[in-house]
């Protein structure tokens, strides 16, 4: 009798989906130096051998949209089931720096930055100091001139400055420009001719978030198709799901349609009709939340609590402190109708699942576990566990395999031609990075809330690159084996 293989870990007997070739089935996974070197009905031998059996082992899920760049932040998704977590939307500015400091302190999974437009304008605009990502356009928010249109001058810095970004290794740029919707139409799309140019996607907040003429959702949509269309790009549409708001059938339609023609169109979308940002963002001003279905009682401010009251307090607040950070429902998942409105943006065919992460507030220092005086989105602790025991479990609206996918080959498949590393993720096969994420399809699921921070459960193991960094649904602290992502125009 022949002599199993041998490797330095093997996990046996879960149920295995990968969403590439199609398998689900009970087999044994062989892990070797950071890469899957077996997937095998066969009984395995190795150092370490773990039993998963009634388990799923999946790829680990692929975050397109994080914003929560800290260690605790990329922890708490990590017990979400994430072993990449990128920040696409907002990106970074310098993205070497980004990267350096990243990967000096250590990250529990996987990371990667765009080149950020916004702070780009921030920047040569503002005169705003380099930081972190988020902190930066938080500080900025009402700084007095990086919404505005520019000239032909500063348009030309602005694009230099991001071709700068994506040859120091951005996997694309990211394009805020629903944050600064009177910045001109000439120059997003020589943002996008740009992004042709170089071979790389865009990450797109669209211009517009509104059910009323002008200046529609749908109006916003077909901005980034038209730039897609009219440059070649790859133009890819963050959160379509909160950005469509009640239209997403007539904006899922012109995807589908351009796609139908060719047009490199992408999307993704979180499970919830609650969404988070700053509360001096353009479209949250008080004479335009009608223009989103919303009154100020629909906004939350996360550090203290507060329901925003009426006009009056929201004009206040958004004058002491525009970078605060707020959640807003802007629809109510309680009415059948809204209900169905969310679903149907998570259902539309080619939608990957990203969760808008947003950072804690209230948190100091990287401690862990997280105290209960810090706050944020639940979407930043739970959107996958909360795809698979709603939208898989009690719903049934998506069969387990396609949720998968959508969690993990889809979004690698996205960033493929700009980021070949993606071409090993995503994937239970030989050769593949062993980026694995072992969950019960029975138990999975999200307590968080608005208020309280929960960490998901049914969520077993979560390995990066071959190491555990949850076990046995635990975070392990001393294990910080994230490696960067870098962009193929990396010098």
Known sequence: MCEPQHFDLV???????????????????????????????????????????????????IDLHSHAQTVTGLRLQAMDGVTTALELEAGALPVRTAYAEAAAEGRPINFGFSAGWALARMQLLDGAEPGASFEVFSKY?????????????????????????????????????????????????????????????????????????????????????????GTGAHMHMCHINSTSNRMIDDVAAAVDRARGYGVQVTTEAYPYGSASTVIGAA??????????????????????????????????????????????????????????????????????????????????????????????????????????????????????????????????????????AMRRKGRIQVGADADVVVFDPGTIASPATGTRIRTSTGVDHVLVGGTFVVRDAQIQLDRLPGEPVFGRHRD
């Not at 509104?210 to 980034?224: D, I, K």
């Open 11 to 61: 996990l046996a007997g879960a149920r295995v989906v990968d969403p590439e070739t199609g398998l689900d089935g009970v087999r044994d996974v062989g892990i070797d130096g950071g890469r899957i070197g077996a997937v095998t009905a066969d009984r395995l031998a190795g150092d370490t051998v773990v039993d998963v059996s009634g388990r799923v082992l999946a790829p680990g899920f």
């Open 141 to 229: 928010q009402g700084a007095p001139n990086w919404r505005r249109p520019i000239g032909a001058r500063d348009r030309a810095r602005v694009l230099d400055l991001l071709e700068e970004q994506v040859r120091g290794g951005a996997l694309g740029i990211g394009v805020l420009v629903g944050y600064a919707p009177d910045s001109g139409r000439d120059e997003y799309f020589a943002v996008a001719s740009l992004a042709a140019r170089l071979g790389v996607p865009t990450f797109t907040h669209t211009r517009f978030i509104s059910t009323e003429e002008p200046g529609t959702s749908l109006e916003g949509a077909l901005e980034v198709i038209a730039a897609a269309a």
């Open 283 to 420: 479209f949250l001003a008080p004479e335009k939340l009608h223009r989103l279905g919303m009154r100020p009682r629909n906004i939350l401010r996360v550090a203290t609590g507060e329901r925003i009251a009426d006009a009056a307090r929201l004009a206040e607040l958004r004058e002491q402190d525009p970078g605060a950070l707020i959640l807003f429902d802007w629809l109510d998942e309680s009415d059948p109708a809204d209900l169905s409105t969310l679903q149907r943006s998570l259902l539309f065919p080619g939608t990957a699942i990203a969760s808008d992460a947003v950072p804690l507030v209230g948190q100091d220092g990287d401690t862990w576990p997280v105290a209960d005086g810090v706050h944020t989105h639940p979407r930043s602790v739970g959107c996958y566990a909360r795809t698979f025991g709603w939208l898989v479990r009690e719903l049934g609206v998506l069969s387990l395999g396609e949720a998968v996918r959508r969690c993990t080959l889809l979004p690698a498949q996205i960033l493929e031609p700009a980021a070949p």
